[in-house]
């Protein structure tokens, strides 16, 4: 019976073609986007009903026809706009009518455009010379060809007062004392971001400190026993199944890492018998949260072969954020790991395993019992286990995850036994992914089944 239910649930969550949201455009973009193709057929057109207006009258005169919307007709309507290039087309044609001996457009205004010409030419530029005065040299073009003439403007003065921002930026750290730090108070790890604002590594080693005590509250409990319609295999394939979405919508790591633990916490605070309906509701509230640009619900409803309505899929979304009384603002394990992986100065290879071994552990059901801080750190033993790194554990790993080697063990079993079956098992998707070149096929290397054989010297500590 169960075994049935597993090849149903495999059944159910088999994917579709996706639709590419990165070059997906809006009706109404496409509407308003006129090709170039068409812009000169366009062209040819109202060039074809030009030629078709100069036909000649009776008497064998050609006159040719002003459009109704063309700037130089005078009964257009007078919009402000309008009226000042018709003005301006004016006074351009009276000039040059009365400096090249040309034709006018209008023939009564040739008396106005030759006065307005003559103004213009006998008018003296005024020399402005206030205090503080820079010369400028400018080129300036007149009709006998470039030449070079002199102004004086006015050097203003630079501000010297600070903003608002800077000066309460200031007192705050007057306040919490922390302007008082020098570099030898801040980590060593945090020595290069020094004047990278956005590291704020004055802050950093007490947002870290908040977070290790925040990620115990709302955290998923062991909720398999109260739910009589799914179990930990049909957990997997729709955590196997959701990282596929992710990847091929090429979406944040962030958003993968909050969508299991939406539906880790749903699952542990009420039952469900449609779990792939849950996967998806909680995969859109995760990209609603992280990300700029999130799939629609028609792309999801398309994606799950339309099993679900749009309806249902709001439905079910509202309930899990009452459910979760709005709250996912949450340390997920993926926060720790971009600190844990500065601070083991991981190269491009050993964070990919890392990340390769944390996204396995997503899977995993065993591993909901432990902290999302000693998850991540356990996915940095093992990877360096791994590759053969030396030290295997570092004090300053020990310092920043407050976790010994011995405390890591169990954890770091289970991400072994995931590696080991990983290849050969029916759930590839993470497998394949890490096999990519832009992962550094990572997936390739052999898990380490010698740690696995290592005597438990020290009991694993889950909070």
Known sequence: MAANLERLEEEKLRLRPLPNISKRKDKEMDSMVITTDQSMVMQQQRGGAMEKQKAPNAKGEVKSRITLNSIENVNSPPT????????????????AACNKQLPAMFQSDNQAAQQIALKSATKKPVKLVPKQAENINLDHRYDDGLKQMSISVARTQIRQDHSLTSVLSAHSK??????????LEIDEIDLPDLFNHL????????LYTFYKQQQHVGRPIDYMAKQ????????AILVDWITDVHFRYNLLPETLYLTVYIIDRYLSLDG??????????????????????????????????????REEILRMEKMILNKLEWYLTVPTAYMFLVRF???????QELEHMIYFLAELGLMQYDLIKYCPSMVA??????????????????TALERHTSFSEPQLLECARVLV?????????????IYQKYMLQQFGHVARYPPAMSLIEVSNSGAPSSS
């Open 341 to 347: 992986v500065k601070v083991a100065k991981a190269d």
């Open 199 to 206: 590291a704020v590594v004055e802050y950093v080693q007490d």
């Open 80 to 95: 402000r706009f309008g009226a000042k290039t018709f003005a301006n087309t004016m006074e351009t044609q009276a000039v």
């Open 417 to 429: 036994q995931a590696h080991w079956t990983a290849p050969g098992g029916k759930l590839k998707v």
């Open 377 to 394: 750190a356990s996915a940095v033993y093992t990877a360096r286990y791994t590759l053969g790194k030396s030290p295997l554990w570092t």
């Open 228 to 235: 009589p319609h799914i179990n930990p295999k049909m957990r």
């Open 272 to 309: 469900v018998k449609r779990l792939q309906l849950v996967g998806m509701c909680a995969l859109l509230i995760a990209c609603k949260y992280e990300e700029l640009r999130a799939p629609r619900v028609s792309d999801l409803i398309y994606i799950a072969c339309n099993k679900y309505t």
């Open 174 to 183: 007057i306040a919490c004392a922390i302007s008082e730090k020098s570099n």
